[in-house]
C-alpha cells in the first residue's frame, strides 16, 4: 500500500480505480473501492489527486458467499433435483446483491428477485428462466454492449465493468458489473454469472466532483490570463 501511494504522484492514470484492503486503528480489516482523480493547473502540473473511498467489505464477503456457492454448483454430482436447490439458494441472495446466470445462447437459468424487479423497472419486461436476455433489452447500445461482455465471459474471462443500462423513458442507472464463466466437471464453459450493485449515486457524485474540479481549472486559468 506504501508503494501504491508513493506511485500515484508519478502515473495518476494508472491508479484511476483499485480495490484494497487496510487495517484500521481498532485491528480491523475492512475491503475498500478508491477512485483517484488528479486535479492539474493551468500549467498541466499535478496539483492534487482526489480520492474517493467506499467500503465494500459487507459486499466483498457476499460475493465471496456466492462464488463458494457456484463452485458448489459447478461441482455438484447430486441429482438435477439438488442442484436446482441450491441454485434457488444462491438466487436468493440478501442485500442489494443483483444476480442472474445464462447459458451460451444468453438464456435465462436462474436469477433472484433483485434482478427480476431490476429489468421490470428498467425495461418494463417480467423475465423468466429460458427467456433470451438480449431479447429484454431494447436499447441497441446495450444490447452490444452486453452481448460483447457475455462473450468474453463465454470465452473463459473473469472480468469487472462499470456501465449504465436502462431505457430513458423509465430508468437508466450504472452498475458494476461482476461477469465470470461456469464451467462444468471437464472444463467447459457451459454458461456464466453476473453479480452487480447498483453505483449509480457513487457515479453521479463522481461527475459532480469532476465538473468542479473542472469549473476549478478554468478559474484558475481565466485568473492567470487576467
Same mark, same amino acid.
Given at each position: !500500500?506504501?508503494?501504491?501511494?508513493?506511485?500515484? =504522484?508519478?502515473? #495518476?492514470?494508472?491508479?484511476?480505480?483499485?480495490?484494497?484492503?487496510?487495517?484500521?486503528?481498532?485491528?480491523?480489516?475492512?475491503?475498500?473501492?478508491?477512485?483517484?482523480? #488528479?486535479?492539474?493547473?493551468?500549467?498541466?502540473?499535478? +496539483?492534487?489527486?482526489?480520492?474517493?473511498?467506499?467500503?465494500?467489505?459487507?459486499?466483498?464477503?457476499?460475493?465471496?458467499?456466492?462464488?463458494?456457492?457456484?463452485?458448489?454448483?459447478? !461441482?455438484?454430482?447430486?441429482?438435477?433435483?439438488?442442484?436446482?436447490?441450491?441454485?434457488?439458494?444462491?438466487?436468493?441472495? =440478501?442485500?442489494?446483491?443483483?444476480?442472474?446466470?445464462?447459458?451460451?445462447? %444468453?438464456? %435465462?437459468?436462474?436469477?433472484?428477485?433483485?434482478? +427480476?424487479?431490476?429489468? +421490470?423497472?428498467?425495461?418494463?419486461?417480467?423475465?423468466?428462466?429460458?427467456?433470451?436476455?438480449?431479447?429484454?433489452?431494447?436499447?441497441?447500445?446495450?444490447?452490444?454492449?452486453?452481448?460483447?461482455?457475455?462473450?468474453?465471459?463465454?470465452?473463459?474471462?473473469?472480468?469487472?465493468?462499470?456501465?449504465?443500462?436502462?431505457?430513458?423513458?423509465?430508468?437508466?442507472?450504472? %452498475?458494476?458489473?461482476? %461477469?465470470?464463466?461456469? +464451467?462444468?466437471?471437464?472444463?467447459?464453459?457451459?454458461?456464466?454469472?453476473?453479480?452487480?450493485?447498483?453505483?449509480?449515486?457513487?457515479?453521479?457524485?463522481?461527475?459532480?466532483?469532476?465538473?468542479?474540479?473542472?469549473?476549478?481549472?478554468?478559474?484558475? !486559468?481565466?485568473?492567470?490570463?487576467?
Amino acid at each position: !500500500l506504501a508503494h501504491m501511494i508513493a506511485d500515484i =504522484p508519478a502515473f #495518476p492514470e494508472k491508479y484511476a480505480f483499485n480495490r484494497n484492503e487496510i487495517i484500521k486503528q481498532d485491528g480491523t480489516r475492512v475491503w475498500v473501492d478508491w477512485r483517484n482523480q #488528479p486535479v492539474y493547473t493551468s500549467s498541466g502540473k499535478l +496539483k492534487e489527486i482526489l480520492s474517493t473511498g467506499i467500503d465494500i467489505t459487507e459486499r466483498k464477503r457476499v460475493e465471496q458467499s456466492l462464488a463458494e456457492k457456484i463452485t458448489a454448483l459447478q !461441482l455438484s454430482q447430486e441429482t438435477v433435483k439438488n442442484e436446482n436447490a441450491l441454485k434457488r439458494s444462491i438466487m436468493d441472495s =440478501p442485500l442489494d446483491i443483483v444476480i442472474f446466470a445464462l447459458d451460451r445462447k %444468453y438464456r %435465462y437459468t436462474a436469477f433472484n428477485q433483485n434482478h +427480476k424487479d431490476t429489468m +421490470k423497472s428498467i425495461w418494463g419486461v417480467d423475465i423468466e428462466v429460458g427467456m433470451s436476455m438480449l431479447d429484454v433489452i431494447t436499447k441497441q447500445e446495450d444490447r452490444d454492449k452486453a452481448e460483447l461482455n457475455f462473450n468474453r465471459a463465454l470465452n473463459g474471462e473473469q472480468f469487472k465493468t462499470v456501465e449504465a443500462y436502462g431505457s430513458e423513458e423509465l430508468e437508466r442507472s450504472f %452498475y458494476e458489473n461482476h %461477469y465470470s464463466p461456469i +464451467k462444468d466437471e471437464n472444463e467447459v464453459v457451459i454458461g456464466l454469472t453476473v453479480f452487480l450493485t447498483n453505483v449509480t449515486e457513487r457515479e453521479l457524485l463522481e461527475h459532480e466532483r469532476g465538473k468542479a474540479v473542472k469549473l476549478e481549472s478554468i478559474g484558475v !486559468l481565466a485568473g492567470g490570463i487576467a
